[in-house]
């Protein structure tokens, strides 16, 4: 936007839109006009004063390109643990209440059922008649050997041998399943009542049962969770996805806290979502007490930290959709007066960190020659806006 200054005219200074002049000459019948171009702003040397003008230089600096994303705390599958009986049965005790630590193999409730002395009395008699059979298997087959005995009856001692040797191992499992060791069971020890242990350790979530109660095989009884290897699951927005891979470090932060815990990244989906989103998957590392599965995180994700030229953020405008920085084009002396001219020039705005944001000069500068406006930009801006407004009659 070009303007005309004309003289002589009354200049009334407006330090904070307008910083345009009105210069009076020797002659009060005479005008002369002056045009600047469209990217030149002018300041007097009052003016200047009065704006705060700063002048610096284009610094190189360290900026780490980070990705700011969000997601939650999760555990991994072999870390939650869902507790069901595979055979039904009353609750007759409960040892633990949520929120308690859990050993791996720790009773957690001990159930009774008349079931559980059926399978027991079962596998006690089939042993039994398979010691029998097993017996006879090893006195027919000498028999056998020394043609005493025929093969038709040595046929039916293996098969019944191999029956029974069946129906034991078969009631060895259920016997398993339901936390009783075959080896220890005896005729004296037979009993109603069967444990319900912890496969993991970890702490107790949920506890879904009473006493007295009765379970069947598809009630969930009790929930574990081992929080020792928390992961993060993180959002990313689809054109961020080549900008992350394994082994990339995280910073995240839980319930506004500002305490600061760190993960690794360990995976990367291998597709897009619906939604247009991509997920990456990072193992906190460390222990941290107060995070939990479930929890909202605010995560930073350190993509890269590069050497790029930068300014003070301040020193960046933006006009029309643009970013634009202002350099000094020269000073001059004008009826006796300092004069500084200042030239606009649209730049490409990089990332900010630190009050610093990376900027990328067109091809005809160069950093080493130019000196640029880093305080009191957007005052210069704001005179080239009003540049129409200050023009005088």
Avoid: W
């Avoid at 003008?53 to 072999?78: C, D, F």
């Avoid at 020792?228 to 900008?243: G, I, N, S, V």
């Avoid at 490409?348 to 080493?368: C, F, W």
Wanted: net charge neutral; aromatic share 8%.
């Amino acid at each position: 936007m070009s303007f005309i200054k004309l003289k002589p005219v009354a200049f009334a200074l407006l330090v904070s839109t307008t910083l345009l002049s009105c210069r009076s000459g020797q002659k009060a019948e005479e005008k002369e006009t002056e045009i600047l171009p469209e990217d030149i702003v002018e300041l007097r040397d009052d003016q200047r004063k009065m704006a705060n003008i700063e002048m610096g230089s284009v610094e190189i600096r360290t900026i780490s390109n980070n990705l700011k994303v969000n997601g939650t705390v999760n555990v991994a599958p072999q870390n939650r643990a869902t507790v069901c009986m595979p055979m039904g049965g009353f609750v007759k005790s409960i040892r633990l209440a949520p929120g308690s630590a859990v050993r791996k193999g720790e009773v957690l409730a001990i159930l009774t059922n008349q079931e559980f002395v059926d399978i027991q009395q079962n596998y006690l008699e089939a042993k039994n008649r398979f010691d029998y059979a097993e017996a006879e298997y090893k006195r027919y087959r000498e028999l056998f050997k020394e043609d005493i005995s025929s093969q038709k009856n040595m046929q039916q001692v293996i098969s019944d041998y191999k029956s029974l040797k069946t129906q034991v191992k078969a009631l060895e499992q259920k016997l398993s399943l339901i936390g009783i060791q075959a080896t220890r069971l005896t005729e004296d020890n037979i009993s109603s009542a069967v444990s319900v242990v912890s496969p993991i350790s970890g702490y107790m979530k949920s506890v879904n049962i009473s006493m007295g109660k009765y379970v069947s095989s598809s009630d969930i009884l009790f929930e574990i969770v081992n929080t020792d290897a928390l992961y993060l699951d993180l959002t990313l927005f689809e054109k961020d996805a080549d900008k992350v891979s394994i082994g990339q470090k995280i910073h995240f932060f839980i319930n506004n806290e500002t305490d600061q815990h760190d993960a690794v990244i360990y995976q990367t989906a291998k597709s897009i979502n619906s939604d247009k989103t991509y997920n990456v998957y990072a193992k906190v590392v460390g222990v941290c007490k107060n995070t939990l599965p479930g929890m909202y995180v605010n995560a930073i994700i350190e993509t890269s930290n590069d050497k790029v030229m930068a300014l003070p953020s301040e020193a960046v405008v933006r006009f029309d959709d643009k970013e634009y920085i202002f350099i000094l084009e020269r000073e001059k002396v004008e009826d006796g007066k300092p004069f500084t001219e200042y030239r606009m020039v649209e730049i490409s705005k990089g990332v900010t960190e630190n009050g610093y944001t990376q900027i990328t000069l067109p091809d005809t500068l160069k950093m080493e020659t130019i000196k640029v406006v880093i305080k009191g930009a957007y005052k210069l801006l704001s005179a080239k806006k009003n540049a129409g407004e200050m023009s005088c009659g």
